[in-house]
């Protein structure tokens, strides 16, 4: 059994890029099916966001077994494998473990220490393990990275700046307009990003806030938290003009926010500027906005900037937090180590314990045909001792014909021998 980690990341791939290979809730069960029929997958977790999809795996070990996972990623989503190959990364065993560890504590991500991603793996954990039994490692490493996360947050500052993309979003907002209390902001979705960014608005007394989204329902109840009106999808094309702030985070497939859409807004505006933040993955505003005169689209990508300047103060938190990392992930790898010889243990026990009722069978039966007792005990303890030793004692005969001294050793000291 072997644990892997496959995936792209905001390092590693464009937004082009991500949003290609990106697992929607609406297909992720189906997109585990097909993972899972795998002949060399036992059980895995998928984890998609807007900066990152990877696979999360419990494998059987067998040659190929990387171009078979990267020939199935690209299949599925019909990508070529030469589009998608040089920004995939691969770790395995106390590499995975750690990769992680490193994700759910925020070390890995665009905005360094974020706490959105641990909510984000344990509910990719959640949907990747209903009705389907994970693998005990793999199962044991997720809920060991839950509490390595906790204990970074716990044990750092990591988490002391409120740096995350919802706070990018708002940080640009409050750099283009001089005071966020003379404009009207459009809020497109209902996600935790979105309530994320809600909140932030809020704290800075926007003029107004419209929520749109799929479900009115879901949106109504962050709506009422933030004092926002609710509108639906279809609407967005007759109340964006109102909008001088729109910030988008949505699951859709296709672009909810189009050119033709902004540049009739623009012209019902008098050209009055509007700024468009679009941090969802796939894309919900059309790359082309950006070429309209009066319209200032950024993506995801386009916030590494803004989130840069508020690093600073996590560096040295992160270090610490790295330093948790390689501790915990030591000691998950020595128990799953131990699981391994657990089982040899299993093995040695279960041989010896067939070693002893054979002979013993032997013993009773000859007891049974009147052979001298004493006799019978004697010949069962000396044939008990000689097939017990029989191998340590050819494996002690070999490593010192090799001259493997320090194979010799370790048999002496699993034998117990000063």
């Known amino acids: 059994m072997t644990l892997l980690a496959l995936g ?33 997958v036992q059980s895995g977790v998928v984890l998609s966001t807007c900066n990152r999809t990877e696979l999360y795996l419990s494998v ?26 040089n920004s995939l990364y691969w770790h395995q065993d106390n590499a995975a473990v750690s990769h992680l560890m490193r994700v759910a504590s ?25 009705d389907r039994a994970l693998t005990s490692e793999l199962e044991r490493m997720f809920q060991k990275t839950f509490s390595v996360a906790k204990r970074v947050r716990t044990e750092t500052e990591i988490g002391a700046s409120a740096v995350s993309v919802a706070f990018a979003a708002c940080s640009l907002a ?63 094309e007759t109340r964006l003009s109102e909008a001088d702030i729109i910030i988008s985070s949505t699951a859709s497939q296709l672009p909810i926010i189009g050119k033709g859409m902004v540049e009739r807004a623009l012209k019902a505006r008098r050209n009055q500027p509007m700024l468009l933040v679009d941090i969802a993955v796939p894309r919900d505003v059309e790359p ?26 996590r ?5 610490q937090a790295e330093s948790i990392v390689v501790q915990e992930s030591g000691e998950f790898m020595a128990w799953l180590r131990a699981q391994s010889a657990g089982e040899s243990i299993r093995e040695y026990r279960m041989q010896a314990e067939q070693v ?14 009147g052979a001298d007792a004493e006799k019978v005990l004697q010949e069962l303890a000396h044939k008990l001792t000689n097939r017990l030793i029989h191998a340590p004692t050819k494996s002690l005969q070999q490593a010192a014909r090799d001259g493997d001294g320090e194979r010799l050793q370790i048999l002496r000291d699993s034998l117990g021998l000063e």
Not at 106 to 130: N, T
Not at 293 to 310: F, G, K, M, R
Not at 315 to 319: E, G, I, M, Q
Request: negative net charge; contains cysteine; proline residues 3%.
């Open 8 to 40: 792209i990341n905001h390092k590693t791939a464009p937004v082009a890029l991500r949003e290609r290979v990106s697992f929607t809730p609406d297909t992720l069960d189906q997109a585990l099916n097909s993972l899972l029929s795998q002949p060399m």
């Open 60 to 85: 059987e070990q067998q040659a190929d077994l990387q171009e078979k996972l990267v020939r199935w990623l690209c299949d599925y989503h019909n990508l070529p494998e030469a589009d998608v190959r």
């Open 106 to 130: 925020g070390l890995d991500s665009l905005v360094l220490g974020e706490p959105q991603i641990l909510g984000q793996v344990k509910k990719a954990h959640a949907d990747s393990s209903r």
């Open 174 to 236: 409050r750099q283009i307009f001089e005071s966020l209390s003379t404009v009207n902001v459009l809020l497109v979705g209902a996600g935790e990003t979105i309530e994320l960014v809600a909140r932030h608005l809020r704290e800075h007394s926007v003029k107004k806030l419209m929520i749109a989204n799929r479900t009115r329902e879901r949106a109504q109840l962050l709506a009422d938290e933030v004092g926002a009106e609710v509108i639906n999808l279809a609407e967005i």
């Open 288 to 313: 082309e906005v950006g070429k309209l005169p009066n319209a200032y689209l950024y993506s995801v990508d386009d916030l590494q900037a803004i989130i840069e300047q508020n690093m600073a103060q």
């Open 315 to 319: 560096k040295a938190a992160a270090l």
């Open 356 to 369: 002893r009722a054979e002979l013993q069978e032997r013993a009773m039966a000859a007891l049974r045909q």
